[in-house]
């Protein structure tokens, strides 16, 4: 079973900058992917960015592209999403997730990569 702990988030005016974290409790390797997903007031859960922990190739959704940056962190077995130039659409709760085997919905899909293990998720909140 893999366990991830996120870290990070908290609330900051349109134009900030915030930094989540979550680390996982096997080898980042083993899951072969990782990302974040997050869900809005009244939306649908979306994808936001994934990481290839094998290669470290990053994809990111059209709406966070040239803002946002993930990376990981082999050593401590944990991806970072560095956040700037936030804005008030970015409001959500953020969720750290991990890939598994076997398929999965399309709100838990992102660059052909299905996600099985979730975060406790962290708020985001962006005022204007």
């Known amino acids: 079973q893999v366990r991830l702990v996120e870290s990070g988030g908290g609330s900051v005016q349109a134009g900030g900058s915030l930094t989540l974290s979550c680390a996982t409790s096997v080898d980042i390797y083993r899951s072969n992917a990782m990302g974040w997903f997050r869900q809005g007031p009244g939306k649908e859960r979306e994808g936001v960015a994934v990481i290839y922990t094998s290669g470290g190739y990053t994809f990111y959704s059209d709406s966070v592209k040239d803002r946002f940056t993930l990376s990981q962190d082999n050593a401590r077995n944990t991806i970072v999403l560095q956040m700037n130039d936030l804005k008030p659409e970015d409001t959500a709760m953020y969720y750290c997730?991990?890939?598994?085997?076997?398929?999965?919905?399309?709100?838990?899909?992102?660059?052909?990569?299905?996600?099985?293990?979730w975060g406790q998720g962290t708020q985001v909140t962006v005022s204007s």
């Open positions: 997730a991990a890939r598994g085997q076997g398929p999965a919905p399309s709100n838990a899909t992102m660059a052909g990569f299905p996600f099985h293990y």
